[in-house]
């Protein structure tokens, strides 16, 4: 069982507000350097086909994803994600979207949660260096 590049994105926004994380919409660069750090990694267990194709540019000083930017900002203009901050600087899921992820989060293929889980873990270290920098 394989998962979509989009299913793969909300499930792990739904394991980081699960855990607290502020989801770092505004600065996506942790986004970008947390996928690339998967694309790069050794084949493992769980580990999606799509990482695989997914194409970064290199036009600024980290690598990014159009594909990656693309789908964060429409998780924030269609409503998944909400903000009632004035410099958009903290965001979290919305409980709607919370409930429906987790109850299709719960169906998953156990190799998949895993390694779900895996990169939720490698997701909290990116965004702390962002964090840290700022």
């Given at each position: 069982?394989?998962?979509?590049?989009?299913?793969?994105?909300?499930y792990?926004?739904l394991?980081?507000?699960?855990?607290?994380?502020?989801?770092?919409?505004?600065?996506?660069?942790?986004?970008?350097?947390?996928?690339?750090?998967?694309?790069?990694?050794?084949?493992?267990?769980g580990?999606?086909?799509?990482?695989?194709?997914?194409?970064?540019?290199?036009?600024?000083?980290?690598?990014?994803?159009?594909?990656?930017?693309?789908?964060?900002?429409?998780?924030?203009?269609?409503g998944?994600?909400?903000?009632?901050?004035?410099?958009?600087?903290?965001?979290?899921?919305?409980?709607?979207?919370?409930?429906?992820?987790?109850?299709?989060?719960?169906?998953?293929?156990?190799?998949?949660?895993?390694?779900?889980?895996?990169?939720?873990?490698?997701?909290?270290?990116e965004?702390?260096?962002?964090?840290?920098?700022?």
């Amino acid at each position: 069982m394989d998962i979509s590049f989009g299913k793969f994105v909300n499930y792990l926004v739904l394991l980081l507000h699960s855990n607290g994380i502020n989801l770092l919409l505004h600065k996506q660069e942790a986004w970008h350097q947390l996928f690339y750090r998967l694309k790069r990694q050794q084949e493992s267990v769980g580990k999606p086909i799509f990482l695989e194709e997914l194409w970064f540019d290199w036009d600024k000083q980290y690598p990014t994803s159009p594909e990656l930017s693309e789908y964060l900002n429409a998780m924030c203009v269609l409503g998944v994600v909400e903000t009632n901050s004035p410099t958009f600087d903290r965001y979290w899921l919305s409980k709607d979207m919370e409930k429906l992820w987790q109850k299709q989060f719960d169906e998953l293929n156990e190799e998949i949660k895993q390694y779900l889980r895996f990169t939720a873990q490698i997701a909290i270290e990116e965004f702390a260096k962002v964090v840290i920098q700022a």
